[in-house]
């Protein structure tokens, strides 16, 4: 449990939290001698009821450093709001409330502090005046408590109301990744370099290795500590510090993650829905520079507007953030819009996609709004959706999901299921509807193919592959045609398609024609005629007859055994069997015997003999051919041949 302090500078909440816990938060030389608050200070509180101690984070009241208090206010649970009874609502009051509106922070208490300064009825005025700002924000219902830093009054009151709330606050899952947004980085003598923050999920180890971003480098995790403790795990939820090995102090900084390898990666462009606040001091116009907070880092940011060319106070509107420096992000975080310039809370919102494609101002705005109403499961389906016939790989899907191996692994297999998703190969994954699509570009594209040379039975895949998928594609084409063939609808043999559906046209002149060079062929033996020849028999010019022909080798009723040399395939299978049983009964072959055992010259032996040593039937030694292993009962003949 961590509570947070939020409040004008000198309104006492340094002080208050050292009357609380004993600790002073201001750790720094520069505060002691200012007398302000800085930088961010911790302390520890024990509770009644509560097994440990909460966290307390300090923050800065000062307008300077609102970039620290926003970073101290990032992942806490609840709010010690400070308002001094003395000056009452000021300029920081109203800002640091609407910091903490815009991070969600769920619930509070205020402190109405240096009460032993001032009378009761200034002390019932500041009431009344806590209760107007606070109407309609989560601390409308919030008990205020009169305290006084010096005296004491007040405390007891507040740490049983601090208790309270912490045992009604749900606690938060140790499951998912694990991230810390960086908030302190120093060294120890001894020990090394330690970072310190808020560790918004998951859980971490000693022992384990963690990722550095947006550095990209891979961490070991020496030691951990919680409430000053030396632990072996930390969770969710927990302030922590982490000792780190082989790295050095100035390699971090704040607004650095630690998160678990390979879960996140750093990203420059966010789609986003921002609130600009009721009390911005005028619109925010189409690709306005702004300060965003998000974590414990500040990067500056374009807004471009998706629904409108400007955003009016008090409006909600779908955004694109262009960042100017990396930032890790994950759908639903939470961040604060600061000016550019006066610097001045003006916003907030949550990220909608951390990884998404730019988009131009006005436009792409349905899609946002979807995906704005999606759970994390139909998000994973929606970004394989996105992505198309390319597909993502399991490991950029986690990083642009930001989920856990084991929760991204259930979510996949749920849609998979559900059809909503298929996994390729090499854990590649593809929305349904890129296969569907894939799907009736095929039986377009061998639809087209058919119509445009109707003699031929199957088409080349190649021919197919080459038109409807580029090589990013391929895996995404082998699925979708695994599916047709599966449903029936197309026919593979080999390297070759063609529809189901699809008869060749064998009518007509054509169709004598290929009655006539199948005749030719089979009379012909090994030595087969030549195209000229083929063509003066069948009566087709040259184009025509290779088209047949093509057509004929398509349909397994030719073989080409060399180029320009068509063999009838019942020859080819006969010629093959009359071989192996001369090998049989003789053990080897050469040319001359193979002449007078085939009737055929060396201009076609030779590339029938070299075809069944490439079919690993026979293999050459010298001037003869010999088996090459022992055959089945059944001559081997090469896939597709009758």
């Known amino acids: 449990m961590i509570f947070g302090t939020a409040g004008h500078v000198d309104h006492g909440k340094s002080a208050l939290v050292l009357a609380l816990t004993g600790t002073d938060p201001d750790r720094l ?114 008990r205020i408590i009169p305290v006084s830093s010096v005296t004491g009054q007040g405390l007891p009151e507040l740490r049983e109301e601090l208790a309270r709330i912490a045992l009604d606050v749900r606690p938060r899952s140790a499951e998912g990744i694990f991230r810390l947004p960086v908030d302190r980085v120093f060294t120890l003598k001894g020990v090394g370099v330690v970072v310190t923050g808020t560790v918004i999920s998951g859980a971490l180890a000693v022992g384990q290795t963690v990722a550095l971003l947006p550095q990209g480098r891979d961490l070991r995790v020496r030691g951990l500590q919680v409430h000053n403790e030396s632990v072996a795990r930390i969770m969710a939820g927990q302030r922590a510090a982490i000792n780190l090995a082989d790295v050095a102090k100035d390699d971090l900084q704040r607004g650095d993650v630690l998160t678990t390898p390979g879960s996140l990666a750093p990203t420059l462009m966010v789609d986003a829905r921002l609130m600009l606040s009721s009390r911005a001091a005028k619109a925010l116009a189409q690709r306005a520079r702004v300060r965003i907070h998000h974590g414990t880092r500040e990067v500056m940011a374009r807004v471009v507007l998706l629904e409108a060319d400007s955003l009016e106070p008090g409006q909600s509107r779908l955004v694109q953030l262009r960042l100017e420096a990396p930032l890790v992000a994950v759908a639903g975080d939470l961040f604060v819009m600061r000016s550019y310039s006066p610097m001045r809370v003006i916003g907030g919102g949550s990220v909608v996609d951390a990884h998404p494609p730019k988009r131009r101002p006005g436009g792409d705005v349905q899609e946002v709004a979807e995906r704005e109403t999606l759970d994390a499961s139909d998000v994973v389906v929606e970004t394989l959706d996105r992505a198309g016939a390319r597909g993502v790989g399991f490991d950029d899907l986690r990083v642009s999901a930001g989920l856990s191996e084991s929760a991204l692994r259930e979510y996949l297999e749920q849609a998979a299921a559900e059809v909503r998703a298929i996994a390729g190969r090499r854990d590649l994954w593809f929305g349904a509807g890129a296969i569907e699509e894939m799907q009736s570009a095929i039986a377009a594209r061998l639809a087209a193919l058919h119509a445009a040379d109707p003699l031929r039975t199957f088409v080349q895949l190649s021919t197919v592959s080459g038109a409807v998928a580029p090589a990013e594609q391929r895996e995404c084409f082998r699925l979708a045609l695994e599916a047709l063939t599966k449903q029936g609808t197309v026919v593979v043999v080999g390297e070759r398609a063609r529809l189901a559906s699809h008869r060749p046209q064998r009518t007509g002149h054509f169709a004598a024609a290929r009655a006539m060079i199948i005749e030719k062929c089979r009379a012909a033996g090994l030595s087969a005629p030549s195209n000229e020849e083929l063509a003066a028999a069948a009566g087709l010019n040259a184009p025509e007859c290779r088209r047949v022909l093509d057509a004929l080798v398509d349909a397994d009723e030719l073989v080409v055994l ?18 192996v049983e001369y090998l049989r009964r003789h053990g080897q072959i050469n040319i001359a015997q193979c002449r007078e055992l085939l009737g055929a010259s060396r201009k076609y032996l030779l590339p029938f003999l070299e075809r069944l040593d490439a079919e690993g039937l026979t293999i050459r030694r010298g001037d003869y051919r010999v088996l090459r292993q022992p055959p089945s009962p059944a001559a081997p003949r090469p896939a597709g041949e009758p």
């Open 29 to 142: 030389a520069e505060e002691k001698a200012r007398e302000m608050t800085i930088d961010l200070g911790f302390a520890f509180l024990p509770l009644p009821g509560l097994e440990s101690p909460v966290a307390i984070v300090d923050v800065p009241g000062h307008e300077m450093f609102v970039r620290n208090m926003v970073a101290g206010a990032t992942g806490i649970d609840a709010a010690i709001f400070v308002i001094a009874v003395d000056e009452g609502v000021m300029p920081q009051t109203v800002e640091h409330l609407d910091v903490l509106r815009c991070l969600q922070v769920p619930v509070g208490v205020v402190a109405l502090t240096k009460v032993d300064k001032a009378a009761p009825e200034r002390v019932r005025a500041a009431m009344s005046e806590v209760r107007e700002l606070v109407e309609g924000t989560f601390l409308r219902d919030a």
């Open 562 to 579: 060399a180029p320009g040399i068509y063999v009838h395939a019942a020859v080819m299978t006969e010629s093959r069997r009359r071989l």
